[in-house]
């Protein structure tokens, strides 16, 4: 195990940990890695009081091939994060978490993890070939958030304690395999989706959202639009597809 109080990885630079874990700060002590470079290792863990910046605005990597274990501030800015094995991406505390507008890429099977809070991607990538990917944000009737770009590949998408939701927020879905959650929402904005197998997740449009279809829907939830009592205009464009 590597722990680091304070490093940084200078631009074109990395720190490859090997099978070796790395962990920034002791969870008491004030503690920095600031990379401009890339970082791999076998997982990867943030304590509280420990802070990690992405300060390259294209090209800083994390990759790990286990879990990535985030319990202080995590500023991610346009990086890309990536767990190549089995692993989860654990988040203790919404705001630890500043997504900026990278990509969260989980290739393997894992659990996103919250402690009763919700996690806010930008870009997520999910449910590889042969792999599931769960959602357990620790309380009933959490779930993620998506801003830009949710692509599900051959696997799936699921939730491994009850009541999770899958929220939209002017975010294009791509769904590959199957999307299997309590509750699929598209809020403010517009949002679409290539549709596929949602299974029995319950779909909602509202809030002055708008969910376009680019494909057909295979489900056995509910449907529906406009549910919030607040006068919005909430559109379902089936484009020609069916549900």
Do not use: P
Not at 66 to 92: E, Q
Not at 151 to 171: D, I, M
Request: net charge negative.
């Amino acid at each position: 195990t590597n722990t680091f109080g304070a490093v940084t990885v200078s631009d074109g630079g990395s720190i490859s940990a090997g099978a070796n874990a790395i962990v920034n700060g002791d969870g008491v002590n004030a503690s920095t890695i600031a990379n401009d470079g890339s970082i791999s290792c076998s997982t990867f863990t943030n304590n509280a009081n420990a802070t990690y910046t992405a300060t390259n605005a294209t090209s800083t990597t994390l990759t790990t091939s286990g879990t990535i274990d985030i319990n202080g501030l995590f500023t991610a800015n346009d990086s890309t994060i990536t767990i190549t094995g089995n692993g989860d991406f654990d988040v203790d505390g919404q705001a630890n978490f500043a997504y900026g507008t990278s990509t969260v890429d989980l290739q393997g099977t894992g659990t996103i993890v919250g402690h009763a809070n919700w996690i806010t991607f930008y870009k997520l990538t999910c449910g590889a070939a042969g792999k599931t990917t769960s959602i357990n944000m620790g309380a009933a009737w959490n779930g993620i958030d998506i801003y830009n770009t949710l692509t599900v590949g051959s696997g799936n998408l699921s939730q491994s304690a009850a009541s999770q939701k899958l929220l939209l927020y002017a975010a294009t879905c791509t769904n590959g395999g199957t999307i299997d959650v309590e509750e699929f929402e598209v809020n403010v904005g517009t949002s679409s989706s290539n549709g596929g197998d949602f299974a029995d997740s319950w779909m909602q449009v509202g809030n002055g959202g708008t969910l376009g279809l680019t494909g057909s829907v295979t489900a056995s939830g509910n449907w529906r639009v406009g549910y919030y009592s607040n006068n919005t205009t909430n559109v379902l464009n089936l484009a020609g597809n069916s549900i």
